[in-house]
């Protein structure tokens, strides 16, 4: 079956005068006497066979892929494209970096489905796919937009979907047998039916039965592309220990799926995904994250380590995540795209760590938690993908190293760039 439609195509800007005088984000880049007017972007151009127009909507800089999504649903509810989980992440440097998603498994990565872009270059010039070249082509999708244009436009394919999948997330503790679940959660994540993706989330908190005691929790949030008694059939096959029942389980469309995983109550509008507001909280915290990549399960032994370094940070202020990889992600060769975390890798980790700024203590705790994750990620190299140790490009990590203010030598860059990209980078 075919499940790509298109083109869709998503400009990255609204009308404004965009000002890239001298940016410095983290180290990442640096850019310097540019200065762009664009008086009408923003647009949203949907096309499905001819059967549907190309609405205008506004947009503003930050173009977060939830407003995308929800435009589609608008259109049609059996079509949708591959994008990550959280709801404030935004669509040109998630496109550009790779793209991992709830669906990933399934249809695999954003940059997997690009068809087009639209991008000016360091002369002013504005390039499509035809102008641009294969090889430039090539290397926006998963080797960072930002390393060879500004690019304002991407046109990918939509996706054949059914319009209810199954999500559920189900909770357990130490004291429910969550290191044995862990464990065997490792064995099959990779290999279960494509349709479903079964991510895994660690925190320590404290424990429901022993009072004043920490846990560690396990929290399986899954989605299936699918009706629940599929998923049920497959869960009882692969994975009968998580004891997974009909009650735990939730039919619902694609886009509402979206709301369960960023938190929201069965119920809330759809439209919330249009006028996200992440000044609402108004709270200010800090945040360091890094990755890795499994290509073997980590050993009980090894699992009861990161139990224990758990406990040497603050209570609910540290969580990895447990992506899984397989399905269609193995099925692409890792050289298709600049995003070459393909066949080989039983799931990927995201390790986060949290804490808060008020008072003025943001910058007082940095040091004792990016000391912490630190220590973590050093006790975890035993574990993970080696020579070399991999990094997904979207969950930036400058401790592996950053480009200089000027010429940065390939060899210099050689040091976090074939983390990043394996042999994509040479």
Aim: charged letters at 20%; glycine letters at 12%.
């Amino acid at each position: 079956m075919d499940h790509q439609h298109g083109p869709w195509s998503v400009d990255g800007n609204r009308g404004l005068h965009l000002q890239l005088l001298k940016i410095c984000i983290f180290g990442l880049f640096w850019i310097r006497g540019v200065t762009w007017n664009f008086p009408n972007l923003g647009l949203l151009k949907l096309n499905t066979n001819g059967s549907f127009t190309s609405p205008t909507v506004k947009a503003g800089v930050y173009k977060r892929v939830v407003k995308r999504r929800q435009r589609i649903v608008e259109k049609s509810k059996k079509l949708a494209f591959v994008a990550g989980a959280c709801p404030t992440v935004g669509v040109g440097g998630h496109f550009s970096g790779g793209g991992y998603g709830m669906m990933s498994r399934k249809f695999g990565t954003s940059a997997d489905i690009i068809i087009d872009v639209k991008l000016i270059d360091a002369n002013g010039r504005i390039q499509d796919r035809e102008s641009m070249g294969e090889d430039l082509f090539w290397a926006i999708r998963g080797g960072g937009g930002t390393s060879f244009g500004l690019i304002f436009s991407w046109k990918v394919k939509l996706l054949d979907i059914i319009e209810k999948v199954t999500i559920f997330n189900v909770t357990r503790t130490l004291e429910q047998n969550a290191t044995q679940l862990v464990y065997k959660w490792q064995h099959i994540v990779d290999k279960v039916d494509d349709n479903l993706l079964l991510r895994l989330f660690l925190k320590s908190s404290e424990s429901p039965i022993r009072r004043g005691q920490r846990t560690i929790y396990a929290f399986f949030t899954t989605m299936f592309v699918g009706g629940v008694d599929e998923l049920l059939h497959e869960m009882q096959d692969s994975f009968s220990e998580l004891g997974l029942v009909k009650e735990d389980c939730i039919e619902m469309s694609w886009i509402e799926s979206i709301l369960f995983f960023a938190g929201f109550p069965r119920g809330t509008s759809l439209d919330v995904l249009l006028h996200w507001n992440n000044s609402a909280t108004n709270q200010e915290y800090y945040f360091k994250g890094k990755s890795d990549y499994v290509q073997h399960p980590i050993s009980i032994n090894g699992l009861e380590g990161i139990w224990k370094l758990f406990n040497q940070v603050g209570e609910n202020s540290a969580e990895l995540q447990f992506s899984p990889y397989g399905g269609k992600l193995s099925d692409i060769s890792e050289y298709e795209t600049p995003f070459p975390h393909r066949a080989g890798n039983i799931f990927m980790i995201h390790y986060a760590v949290f804490w808060g700024g008020g008072g003025g203590g943001g910058m007082k705790n940095s040091q004792s938690n990016i000391a912490w994750i630190r220590k973590l990620y050093g006790y975890m190299a035993r574990y993970v993908l080696k020579s070399p140790r991999g990094a997904y490009f979207n969950y930036r990590d400058l401790d592996l190293g950053v480009n200089n203010k000027g010429n940065t030598s390939y060899e210099q860059a050689r040091i976090w760039g074939v983390k990043y990209f394996k042999n994509n980078f040479e």
